[in-house]
């Protein structure tokens, strides 16, 4: 059966038993096919409208979603060549002297500075200041 016929057969029964006929009854109607509806076009909410509508999502929808935790120490530029020459114990050089904060990213977003800390024998950032201005992390992520 598809979403149509399923809808019809519910109507049905809604309407025998507001007329007091037994739904029993409707089986021996349904038993052979009926047929199958013109094909119509789905029908779509307006997203926008919904989206920018009085209907306030909560925060607890919010909680379990997953994003990536991004931690950038610095960056550098280099050439394929001088990529193809790296190997064991090669240093390369980043743009952040030792000292400055490293940047921690929530999605493709700069959302706080950290430093590093060792926790046994594991690396750990330390966050030292959470950025709330929205434009202070687009401006510092373009950087």
């Known amino acids: 059966m598809n ?3 399923i809808d019809a057969l519910v109507a049905s029964a809604q309407a025998a038993k507001a007329a007091g006929q037994p739904i029993s009854s409707l089986m021996q109607e349904t038993a052979a096919p009926a047929p199958a509806p013109a094909a119509r076009a789905p029908q779509f909410t307006d997203f926008e409208q919904t989206m920018l ?3 306030e999502v909560p925060i607890g929808a919010l909680l379990d979603l997953t994003l990536p935790v991004s931690i950038e120490l610095g960056r550098t530029s280099m050439t394929v060549q001088e990529i193809l020459r790296l190997g064991r114990g090669s240093v390369i050089q980043l743009d952040r002297l030792a000292g400055e904060p490293i940047d921690i990213y929530v999605g493709d977003r700069r959302f706080a500075e950290g430093e590093v800390v060792v926790l046994g024998e594991h690396f750990g950032v330390r966050i030292t200041r959470v ?3 929205p434009s202070a992390m687009g ?3 373009a950087a």
Do not use: I, R, V
């Open 3 to 5: 979403p149509a016929e």
């Open 139 to 141: 401006a510092s992520a």
């Open 131 to 133: 950025l709330a201005n």
């Open 53 to 55: 509508g009085s209907t």
